[in-house]
T-cell receptor, first 111, second 113 residues
Framework: SQQGEEDPQALSIQEGENATMNCSYKTSINNLQWYRQNSGRGLVHLILIRSNEREKHSGRLRVTLDTSKKSSSLLITASRAADTASYFCATEFGSNYQLIWGAGTKLIIKP | ETGVTQSPTHLIKTRGQQVTLRCSSQSGHNTVSWYQQALGQGPQFIFQYYREEENGRGNFPPRFSGLQFPNYSSELNVNALELDDSALYLC????????????FGPGTRLTVT
């Protein structure tokens, strides 16, 4: 079974609006990472947040982590058509450093 | 562009056959991880190689095997192909065995008929 679960499964918003997607996980983690994937191709690393951090920013991206609720959220502000993609959270836990992935949120930005 | 390349882009094989997928990592990256991604799903970790040794394995049978070479290239071999092996296979390279930031290739789309 997958460690992370993204919510919602799909999200469609107007260009310029903010997009928020959530990730929940089951076990204690070392860090949580968000990736973007365009059209079923390679994934691009967006941001990493460590278990002792609560919030990180990168450009138009804001990630929060609530370890008590075992959840994270990714906020994309002022969305653009180029943000249309699938977004995945991946968690690293334990000592073997492998990433466990959720099923992703498909984001569509309407012009 | 991540600097990670994979070949071939697409591949069609018949059930029972064997396949080899190739990946060329970024220069200086001594770790490569392989993932299987079924349609509409997130990637599933197959295994990781660190300095040419297997460094961790996901829940995949032994017919999935790999090699990593000193020149930053690697291979994923799958024997006795099954229909459920149809998926996008992704390799990702990183500076070391920690997964802090992985650089993904574009993937190989494998179809088993």
């Amino acid at each position: 079974s997958q460690q992370g679960e993204e919510d919602p499964q799909a999200l469609s918003i107007q260009e310029g609006e903010n997009a928020t997607m959530n990730c929940s996980y089951k076990t204690s983690i070392n860090n949580l990472q968000w990736y973007r994937q365009n059209s079923g191709r390679g994934l691009v690393h967006l941001i990493l947040i460590r278990s002792n951090e609560r919030e990180k920013h990168s450009g138009r991206l804001r990630v929060t982590l609530d370890t008590s609720k075992k959840s994270s959220s990714l906020l994309i502000t002022a969305s653009r058509a180029a943000d249309t993609a699938s977004y995945f959270c991946a968690t690293e836990f334990g000592s073997n450093y492998q990433l466990i992935w959720g099923a992703g949120t498909k984001l569509i930005i309407k012009p | 562009e991540t600097g990670v390349t994979q070949s071939p882009t697409h591949l069609i094989k018949t059930r029972g056959q064997q396949v080899t997928l190739r990946c060329s990592s970024q220069s200086g990256h001594n770790t490569v991880s392989w993932y299987q991604q079924a349609l509409g799903q997130g990637p599933q970790f197959i295994f990781q190689y660190y300095r040419e040794e297997e460094n961790g394995r996901g829940n995949f049978p032994p017919r999935f095997s790999g090699l990593q070479f000193p020149n930053y290239s690697s291979e994923l071999n799958v024997n006795a192909l099954e229909l459920d092996d149809s998926a996008l296979y992704l390799c990702a390279s990183s500076f070391d065995a920690r997964s802090y930031e992985q650089y993904f290739g574009p993937g190989t789309r494998l179809t088993v008929t």
